[in-house]
């Protein structure tokens, strides 16, 4: 009994003594994810190498290392790909970005070929078979019909 | 007397220079996406393969030559063992002791080094693991993991045998059952 009363105390003391909480160091760990097991965040991964990284998380907390100091160990050891959000490189957007206008500038063109040749009806609209002005070539065309009649 | 009604003609030709523009970036992007997905498909890389130069910064203690980095051009005329491994890695330590073995073996003719290049792994739980198994050749992080990601590897332990000219010659996918097993390959490389 007074062995886990000390042991107790000893924890309590130990934690009082600067070492980082599990929170603290999961607060960092769920933005990272380790190479090994890409699709699962550091703060819930159960390898062997991700409480590992976990730890190291924890000794460079304890020795007073921040948040984007820690993080940025991090990608230092082990590249870009463990951030969970990737550097803001603008060159990361160009191309999404162009490849979006490049799409909507061909549908834009698309759907203008589509539409049949709108014609701008005249104010009154009464005689439909009014006749259309034609260019040069359909009025000597109608011409030459009209002498063969 | 009826008026007439005019028609518009809307259909008007992209200019050339824009479809080319168009088609050519399409076709960009469609030999993107078919690299990452060939890429994506590819084992490591074979035998035959020329490898390019990479410097492996050393662990304090595991220097090669008094050197705390090594690149692997400065080992031209010299059989390389490029073995990848990791502290949690459990089938790393079936043939670490092998590979220290080995390396005992061919260190004193100073006709093949043996790197250890630690992936993904943290510097303490490494020194631990080398530590535990007496290991003595050159040994160092895979910063960035760029030395694994040019090899493809898949896993660890993987290792890679690479001839005097700088070309693989031979690739280990998991751990080394025997000391016999290390020995053939590179006294066949020796003997080339």
């Given at each position: 009994?007074?062995?886990?009363?000390?042991?107790?105390?000893?924890?309590?003391?130990?934690?009082?003594?600067?070492?980082?909480?599990?929170?603290?160091?999961?607060?960092?760990?769920?933005?990272?994810?380790c190479p090994v097991c890409?699709?699962t965040?550091l703060?819930?991964c159960p390898t062997d190498a991700c409480r590992q990284w976990r730890e190291l998380?924890?000794?460079?907390?304890?020795?007073?290392?921040?948040?984007?100091?820690?993080?940025?160990?991090?990608?230092?050891q082990y590249?870009?790909?463990?951030?969970?959000?990737?550097?803001?490189?603008?060159?990361?957007?160009?191309?999404?970005?162009?490849?979006?206008?490049?799409?909507?500038?061909?549908?834009?063109?698309?759907?203008?070929?589509?539409?049949?040749?709108?014609?701008?009806?005249?104010?009154?609209?009464?005689?439909?078979?009014?006749?259309?002005?034609?260019?040069?070539?359909?009025?000597?065309?109608?011409?030459?019909?009209?002498?063969?009649? | 007397?009826?008026?007439?009604?005019?028609?518009?003609?809307?259909?008007?030709?992209?200019?050339?220079?824009?479809?080319?523009?168009?088609?050519?970036?399409?076709?960009?992007?469609?030999?993107?996406?078919?690299?990452?997905?060939?890429?994506?498909?590819?084992?490591?890389?074979?035998?035959?393969?020329?490898?390019?130069?990479?410097?492996?910064?050393?662990?304090?203690?595991?220097?090669?030559?008094?050197?705390?980095?090594?690149?692997?051009?400065?080992?031209?005329?010299?059989?390389?063992?490029?073995?990848f491994w990791a502290s949690w890695c459990k089938p790393c330590e079936q043939?670490a002791?092998?590979?220290?073995?080995?390396?005992?073996?061919?260190?004193?003719?100073?006709?093949?080094?043996?790197?250890g290049v630690d992936y993904v792994d943290t510097e303490p739980d490494a020194r631990v693991y080398l530590?535990k198994f007496?290991?003595?050749?050159?040994?160092?992080p895979d910063?960035?993991t760029?030395?694994s990601?040019?090899?493809?590897?898949?896993g660890v332990p993987?290792?890679?045998?690479?001839?005097?000219?700088?070309?693989?010659?031979?690739?280990?996918?998991?751990p080394?059952?025997?000391?016999?097993?290390?020995?053939?390959?590179?006294?066949?490389?020796?003997?080339?």
């Open positions: 009994m007074a062995l886990m009363i000390s042991l107790l105390f000893a924890a309590a003391v130990f934690a009082q003594d600067g070492t980082p909480t599990d929170d603290e160091v999961n607060k960092i760990a769920k933005d990272l994810y890409e699709s965040p703060d819930v998380i924890r000794k460079q907390l304890a020795e007073g290392k921040s948040e984007e100091e820690i993080k940025q160990y991090f990608v230092t590249g870009a790909r463990v951030l969970s959000e990737p550097p803001n490189r603008w060159a990361s957007y160009l191309v999404p970005v162009a490849a979006f206008l490049l799409g909507a500038f061909m549908l834009f063109r698309g759907f203008r070929m589509w539409i049949k040749p709108m014609a701008v009806e005249s104010a009154s609209g009464e005689d439909e078979a009014a006749p259309i002005p034609q260019d040069d070539y359909i009025r000597r065309m109608e011409e030459e019909l009209k002498k063969r009649k | 007397m009826t008026e007439s009604t005019n028609i518009t003609p809307v259909r008007k030709g992209v200019p050339l220079w824009v479809q080319v523009i168009v088609w050519v970036f399409l076709a960009g992007l469609l030999v993107i996406v078919a690299m990452g997905l060939n890429r994506a498909q590819q084992g490591t890389i074979q035998p035959g393969h020329a490898v390019d130069d990479f410097t492996l910064p050393l662990f304090k203690g595991y220097e090669y030559q008094g050197a705390s980095e090594i690149k692997l051009s400065d080992l031209r005329g010299k059989v390389v063992v490029i073995n043939e002791a092998e590979l220290q073995r080995a390396w005992e073996q061919y260190e004193p003719t100073g006709e093949v080094v043996f790197l530590k007496g290991i003595t050749f050159p040994n160092g910063l960035a760029r030395i990601q040019y090899f493809r590897i898949k993987e290792t890679y045998f690479i001839d005097r000219n700088g070309v693989l010659q031979y690739v280990q996918v998991g080394f059952t025997s000391l016999q097993q290390i020995q053939n390959i590179i006294d066949l490389m020796l003997a080339e």
